[in-house]
Each structure stands twice: as structure tokens, then as C-alpha cells.
T-cell receptor, first 116, second 114 residues
């Protein structure tokens, strides 16, 4: 079974440029998460989707970040314009539908973003 | 709000020895889950072990076991017979019973020496 796929793995951009990250979750997983992991820190949730619906985006900086999950499968996270402080690893994770008492989140390898 | 604290930025252990990683958390909830995740240098986070707060018995997965002290809000990970492949960042995480949101600690980098 294929795991969570993310691309690109690495991205270097200049500040004020746009950037997009793509995630393909594990087949059959209804719930998808985007996390940001700053250097030396644990991941922090940016947004969570249940199918196509964003059900928790309270930590997403909406002035410059946007996300979409068309058809409830793949998802894209965009930053426009990027700032120096956006340099981090962006992780995507997926899990089965809510309801299971002890479901597991499966993580992708992440995209390391460097903003210069 | 819930918080997770890992007070050991780095730990080291010799191969075949045992090491314990510490984690404390703060919550007012009675039902929740606790996790230990491993993140090797390739960055793909992998679940190591899970503990349900309502279970008194400590979880065990092969060489990995936890010491869950609910009253003390402590959740340590013990790795027995350490192997070179255990070298990674280890994150402790908390999840409320009725939400999907994981709250992570800052991680402990484990080095394993031959």
C-alpha cells in the first residue's frame, strides 16, 4: 500500500514569490491534515479536511495561505506571497474517517521550504 | 489549552542498552490519547506507540514500552535493546478523545552509538 505522497520534497524561493505544495493521501483516507514544522519544533496543525470540507483551519494564516482539496482526495497548500518566516517543513497526513476511537494519522515525507 | 513538554532536547544510548525519553503534558480532560512518534532523518513521521488514558495498563510494542502516570501527567518512552536504526527525533503527542488535533512536544533527538 502506497503511503502519503508529497511533492516537491524541497523548494527554495525568494520572498514575495508564490509556492504550492501537493499531497496525495492514502487511498480511502477521508481525513487530510496539513502541518507546519519549524526547525527544532514539533508539527503544528494548519488545516484539517474531512473529504472536501475544511473543518479546522483556525491555525491557517488566511492572509497568505490557502488550501483546497478537490474531490476529497488530493490537496494543495499555497502560500502567496511567501515570507522569510515561512521557511519550514510542511507535512501532510491522512487518516480514516473520524469515529474510530484510536485511528492513526499517517504522515508524508514533507516538503522543506526555504525562503531567501 | 493542552500542552506537551519534552525536556530532553538530546539523548544518547549505546547499542543494546536501554534509554528512556521523558514527556509531560498538561490537560484538564479525563479522556485522551497519548502517542510517541519517530521521525528519522528522512522526515517521515512514524507512529511508535499509543496509549489510551482510560487504560491503566502501559502499552508495549516489541522493544518499545511506555510508563504512563496519569495523575502525574507523565508519559515516558522506554526503548530496550537499542538499535542503530532507532536513531531519530522522537515526538510525544496528545490528542483529546473527541478531536483529531494532535499536539506535539518539541522532540528529543536520540543518538545511538555502536
Amino acid at each position: 500500500e502506497a503511503g502519503v505522497v508529497q511533492s516537491p520534497r524541497y523548494k527554495i524561493i525568494e520572498k514575495k514569490q508564490p509556492v504550492a505544495f501537493w499531497c496525495n493521501p492514502i487511498s480511502g483516507h477521508n481525513t487530510l491534515y496539513w502541518y507546519r514544522q519549524n526547525l527544532g519544533q514539533g508539527p503544528e496543525l494548519l488545516i484539517r479536511y474531512e473529504n472536501e470540507e475544511a473543518v479546522d483551519d483556525s491555525q491557517l494564516p488566511k492572509d497568505r495561505f490557502s488550501a483546497e482539496r478537490l474531490k476529497g482526495v488530493d490537496s494543495t497548500l499555497k502560500i502567496q506571497p511567501a515570507e522569510l518566516g515561512d521557511s519550514a517543513v510542511y507535512l501532510c497526513a491522512s487518516s480514516l474517517e473520524r469515529g474510530a476511537p484510536s485511528y492513526e494519522q499517517y504522515f508524508g515525507p514533507g516538503t522543506r521550504l526555504t525562503v531567501t | 489549552a493542552q500542552t506537551v513538554t519534552q525536556s530532553q532536547p538530546e539523548m544518547s544510548v549505546q547499542e543494546a542498552e536501554t534509554v528512556t525519553l521523558s514527556c509531560t503534558y498538561d490537560t484538564s480532560e479525563s479522556d485522551y490519547y497519548l502517542f510517541w512518534y519517530k521521525q528519522p532523518p528522512s522526515r517521515q513521521m512514524i507512529l511508535v506507540i499509543r496509549q489510551e488514558a482510560y487504560k491503566q495498563q502501559n502499552a508495549t510494542e516489541n522493544r518499545f514500552s511506555v510508563n504512563f502516570q496519569k495523575a502525574a501527567k507523565s508519559f515516558s518512552l522506554k526503548i530496550s535493546d537499542s538499535q542503530l536504526g532507532d536513531a531519530a527525533m522522537y515526538f510525544c503527542a496528545y490528542r483529546s478523545y473527541n478531536t483529531d488535533k494532535l499536539i506535539f512536544g518539541t522532540g528529543t533527538r536520540l543518538q545511538v552509538f555502536p
